[in-house]
């Protein structure tokens, strides 16, 4: 699709997503999200020639859906339109989480990790080093079954969805609470008896299409199992900076996530000073936060095949329950 078609490409994503038909009202609405601003006559326009294409089908008043033709046009998306789009989603999930630490009610941003059923007991017993020792987002997850539909993805036949806390959570509580937190890069961390030693593979999330941590574990780059137990290994992690005028105010925040069963703070650094060797821009203070995806890197660590999803959508806080009780 040449670039010019990249609002009706957006059309797309929004109409796969949502897993049902939408009419053009609330297309454009969504589409606000994404920055484009297009008023209902215009997105008419765009669906008619995306119907002619054979991309959309018209469902009545219910509005429009996208085709198997429309999915493969996703898939098939040219480099340019896809560069970009991990920095552009994790924002804006950011700004979408809704999660209130007074109330513990709201929305947090989920990943998922896909599992065959006959595996499941396995695969959250390979979890289970991880949850217990902090080196993820939280130890709260959400299941979902074959045929269940969580974000854009629908749970394939014979397999199980474990979802699980995405850090993207964390920028989305400081912004409510006014403090902007900025994505660099996702990595690669060393732990040593539990303490981060350093980055050995970095993936900047303006420049990739893929989660990092998603290649890393397909890449089965990640030891995160040995680093649970205190050994020395290396799991997903994120690098982000906040403003140093509000280091003092998110380490109270940070214990006030943790009584929502929120962590993931491998690291908080000093004002304008390097954090294990990455520099930091003046005024500002270096945060490394786990990845929400590490219980999904220890499931294939213990060889079985996986399907790990960042980002894969906002769910509500009540959905969840501690991975103990499953």
């Given amino acids: 699709m040449p670039a010019k078609d990249r609002k009706a490409l957006t059309i797309l994503r ?5 897993g049902e038909p939408m009419g053009s009202s609330r297309l454009a609405a969504e589409l606000t999200s994404y920055g484009i601003d297009l008023t209902e006559r215009a997105v008419r326009y765009h669906l008619q020639w995306l119907d002619e294409a ?31 789009l991990v920095i552009s989603r994790l924002e804006r999930l950011a700004y979408e989480t809704s999660f209130d630490l007074a109330t513990h009610q709201g929305r947090i941003v989920l990943n998922i990790s896909l599992v065959p059923q006959e595996a499941v007991e396995a695969a959250l017993q390979a979890m289970r080093p991880v949850f217990l020792s902090g080196l993820c987002t939280s130890d709260l997850v959400a299941m979902y079954q074959s045929g269940q539909r969580i974000g854009d993805i629908t749970i394939p036949s014979r397999m199980i969805g474990i979802g699980t806390v995405c850090s993207v959570t964390i920028n989305g509580i400081l912004l409510s609470y006014g403090i902007p937190m900025h994505s660099e890069f996702g990595g690669l961390l060393e732990l040593e008896g539990y303490e ?20 890393f574990i397909k890449g089965r780059m990640t030891s ?13 992690a994120g690098f982000r900076v906040i403003p140093a005028a509000s280091r003092d105010r998110f380490i ?8 929502a069963s929120i962590r993931g703070v491998a690291a908080i650094g000093q004002p304008s000073q390097s954090l294990l060797e990455i ?11 786990y990845a929400g995806l590490n219980p999904g890197a220890a499931v294939e660590e213990a060889g079985i095949e996986t399907i790990n999803k960042a980002m894969t959508a906002l769910v509500d806080f009540s959905d969840l329950t501690s991975f103990r009780r499953l």
């Fill in 252 to 259: 109270q925040i940070t214990d006030e996530m943790a009584r």
């Fill in 224 to 236: 995160v199992t040995q680093a649970a137990r205190g050994a020395c290994g290396k799991g997903g």
């Fill in 54 to 84: 054979g991309l959309t089908e018209p469902r009545g008043r219910e509005g429009r859906s996208i085709t198997e033709a429309g999915r493969q046009e996703l898939a098939d998306a040219g480099v340019s339109d896809k560069v970009g």
């Fill in 196 to 215: 981060p030693v350093r980055f050995t593979d970095i993936i900047h999330y303006g420049g990739t299409s893929l989660d990092p941590l998603e290649i």
């Fill in 279 to 289: 520099t930091v821009p003046l005024d500002r203070v270096g945060v490394i936060l």
């Fill in 14 to 18: 929004i109409l796969n997503q949502a």
